[in-house]
C-alpha cells in the first residue's frame, strides 16, 4: 500500500564530489528546478529562504548538508581526528541549527549526527571515517522517515469515511505536509496517497497558505501531478467550504508536537481545527516520531518563528501594506491538543488521551538506526 | 463626536460635464488616483472591477451614474418624457444592476430612484426635469449614508471595553469597511474613528483579505492616515492573534443582512465569527439600515458572488496555482446570526433577538429623503 505512488523527491545525497541536490521549491510550480549545493551555506539559505521546506525534509537535508562538510574533497575537508572533529562538528550544526527555530526534526537530525559522532570518537570500530559514519547516519534518517511517511500513510482506511454516494470524500489539508516537505510520500499527504492508490475518490482542498502559498503552489502541484483532483481556495475561505459540506475530514502535518499533545504548524491551523470542531469534522494532525518533542511540555514552549514583513508588504510597484502600516508575519500558531481527533504516526492511529501515548512513541523510538542508544 | 476625522471621499459627483469621481482603490496603497467616469460603462466597470467597491458606496456610485445618464449633454442624453423616460430608466439600471450580485445596497438604491421617478412621472410637480429629479435623490442617498455613517460611530462607547492598564484596545476588522466603503466615515470602522477622536488608545488588526487584499491595502491605508495603528497579518493569522489576547473586540461590516440576521461579508467573516465565539470576543457587525434586506429571509437565500479564478492563479511569470488545479473563489460567505454579538446601526445597538429589530428597523426605514412611500 503506498508503492503504487511515485511521489517526487525533495532532498537527496549525490556523490563525487559530496552535494546536497533539492528541488527548488521557490520555483514550483511554474519550474521543476533542481539546485546542487555543494557548500555549508549554500545549504543554510535554502532551508532559511525555503527552497527547502517542511520539518521532516529540513531535517534530512540539515544531516545531508552536514555530512557533505566532512566528506569534502581532501585538503578542504573537516579534521577527521578525535577531539578536533567533535569541535568541527559544532561549528558547521551551528550554522544549520540557526537556519529556522521553529521545527523540531532540525535540531534533532543534528543531534542525532552529533551522538554518532561521539560513539565513533569513542570507538571508531571498523575504522570508516568521520564522513562515511556521518553519511550513513544521514542516509538511515532519510531512509527511516521514507519508510515513516509510508507507515502513516497505512493510516487512511482508519479515517477515511466510507463515501456518502458516488461523491468524492472531501479532505481539506493546509500548507504542504507531501512528499515535498519530506524524505518520502509525506505526512499529512501520505493517507491522501493511500487513499487514491486504493482506487478512493477523493477531492483535496487546500487554502492558498499565504504569506508564502506552499498550498496553491506545492500540495496542488504535487498531487495533481499524480492525478488526485485538487481546489483551492483563499485561506479564509476553509469556513465556508466546510459550511457547504464539501469537506468530510481534516489532515494537516507538524512541525513541532509537545508532550501534551499541543501542536505547532503552519499559521492557520489553529483556526482550522477550531472550524472543523465546529463543523463535527475529524481533524488529523500526520507526523513521523521525530516531530514529538517531549523536551517541550506544551505548546507554550514553543518558539514560533516571525518571518520577515517583506513577505507581506508587496513589490515597490505594487505595495499590498502602506509603510505607515505595521506587519505581524508569525509562520506558526499553536494548536491545542484538546482540538486534535488523533495523530497519524508511523506507530497508526494516536487518540486521545494523547501524554501517555506519546510518551511511549518518544520513548520507544529509537533514534539511531544503529541502536536504541538515543535513551540510554 | 466623530466631526473630529476627515475621511477620505471614495465617490463624488461632479456637474459641468456631469461626471462621476471616484478614488481608484485598485491603485491603492501606492497611488491616490482619481478617475472621473462620464460613461455608463466607465461606472459600470469601475463596480465590477473593483475601482469603487463596499456595498454602500456602490449604491452611491450607481445612483450617480444613473443620474449621470439622465443629466448628459442635451442630444445624447436619455428622453425626459413619460413612459419612455421609464423605459430608458431600466435599460440603464439593468446594466448597474449586472455589475455585482451580492450586496443588497446596489438594488437597493437603484429602486428607489426607480420609485422617484415613478412619482415624477405620474406627478412632475415643479416641473424640475428628470435628471435633476434623480441626481437630488441620489445625493440624498449619499447624505443619508454619510449621517449613518456617523450614527454608527457614535456606538462606540457601548461596545468598546473600559482599557485594562495602559495596552490598546485591539480591534480586529476584515476587508474595508471604512470610509473608502460608504458615502462616510465607513461602517465597521466608523466606531474605530469616533473612539480614536474621543482619546481612546487603540490598535486595529486586519488580515490582508485575499485575494484582492483590501485589509492590507485599503484599511491600513485610510487607518494610518489619520493616525490610528494599524497591524496586517495574513488572514489565517487571526486565531494566533485572539490565543495571544491582541484582540478586545471584533466589527466587521456587512454586504446584506437577512431578515433573521444572518451575514453576508467579505469571504473570512465567517471563521472570524466562530474564533470570536471560541475566545469569548464579542463580534459586532456594522451597516447602514440599506444593507438589511427583508425579502430575503436567511443566509441561505442570499447570492453569493464567485469571482474569476484569475485572481489566485498569479502572473504567468509567477504562478501561484498550478493549471491542473481548480480554484474555487467565492468574494463572500455567511455568518449565521447566532454568531453575531449585536449590530451596530444607524439607530444604534441592536443586541438579539434580532428579528423583531431589523423588521422594525426596515419598516421605519423611509429609503426616498422625500417621504415614507416605500412601503405604501
Given amino acids: 500500500m503506498g508503492g503504487d505512488v511515485d511521489p517526487i523527491s525533495a532532498v537527496e545525497f549525490l556523490p563525487d564530489p559530496p552535494r546536497v541536490r533539492i528541488l527548488d521549491q521557490t520555483a514550483l510550480p511554474g519550474e521543476e528546478r533542481y539546485l546542487e549545493l555543494d557548500s555549508l551555506d549554500g545549504v543554510a539559505e535554502a532551508i532559511r529562504t525555503l527552497r527547502v521546506r517542511g520539518a521532516p525534509a529540513i531535517g534530512i537535508a540539515a544531516a545531508y548538508g552536514l555530512a557533505m562538510q566532512f566528506n569534502a574533497p581532501p585538503g578542504t575537508k573537516e579534521p577527521s581526528q578525535g577531539p578536533e572533529v567533535l569541535a568541527a562538528f559544532e561549528v558547521v550544526a551551528g550554522v544549520l541549527a540557526a537556519t529556522r527555530p521553529t521545527a523540531v526534526n532540525l535540531p534533532w537530525a543534528l543531534d542525532r549526527l552529533r551522538r554518532r559522532l561521539e560513539r565513533w570518537v569513542e570507538d571508531p570500530g571498523d575504522g570508516r571515517d568521520p564522513g562515511t559514519v556521518l553519511l550513513d547516519e544521514a542516509r538511515a534518517i532519510h531512509h527511516e522517515d ?191 491538543a484538546h482540538l486534535v481527533t488523533a495523530f497519524l504516526t508511523p506507530s497508526g492511529v494516536v487518540r486521545p488521551p494523547f501524554g501517555p501515548s506519546i510518551q511511549a512513541i518518544t520513548r520507544s523510538f529509537a533514534g539511531p538506526a544503529s541502536g536504541s542508544e538515543r535513551h540510554e
Same sequence: chains 1, 2.
Avoid at 499527504?189 to 482506487?199: E, I, K, N, S, T
Avoid at 499565504?210 to 506545492?218: A, E, S, Y
Avoid at 475561505?237 to 504548524?265: E, K, S
Fill in 146 to 336: 521514507r519508510e515513516a511517511c509510508g507507515a502513516i500513510g497505512r493510516c487512511w482506511d482508519q479515517i477515511f469515511p466510507v463515501p456518502a454516494g458516488s461523491g468524492p470524500v472531501g479532505v481539506l489539508t493546509h500548507c504542504n505536509a507531501g512528499a515535498l516537505a519530506t524524505g518520502g510520500m509525506g505526512t499529512a499527504l501520505a493517507p491522501v496517497y493511500a487513499a487514491h492508490a486504493q482506487g478512493v475518490n477523493l477531492r483535496v482542498h487546500v487554502g492558498e497558505t499565504r504569506p508564502l502559498q506552499q498550498g496553491g503552489r506545492l500540495t496542488a502541484w504535487e498531487l495533481t501531478r499524480v492525478g488526485i483532483p485538487v481546489a483551492v481556495t483563499v485561506d479564509s475561505a476553509v469556513g465556508a467550504l466546510m459550511a457547504r459540506g464539501r469537506v468530510n475530514l481534516v489532515i494537516v502535518g507538524a512541525d513541532r508536537v509537545a508532550a501534551n499533545g499541543d501542536v505547532a504548524n503552519k499559521i492557520g491551523t489553529y483556526s482550522l481545527a477550531v472550524l472543523a470542531r465546529e463543523h463535527g469534522l475529524p481533524f488529523y494532525v500526520a507526523l513521523p516520531s521525530s516531530t514529538f518533542d517531549p523536551a517541550t511540555r506544551t505548546g507554550l514552549e514553543i518558539p514560533v518563528e516571525e518571518r520577515s514583513e517583506t513577505e507581506l508588504r508587496g513589490t515597490p510597484g505594487q505595495r499590498a501594506v502602506p509603510e505607515s502600516a505595521g506587519v505581524w508575519n508569525p509562520a506558526f500558531d499553536i494548536t491545542p
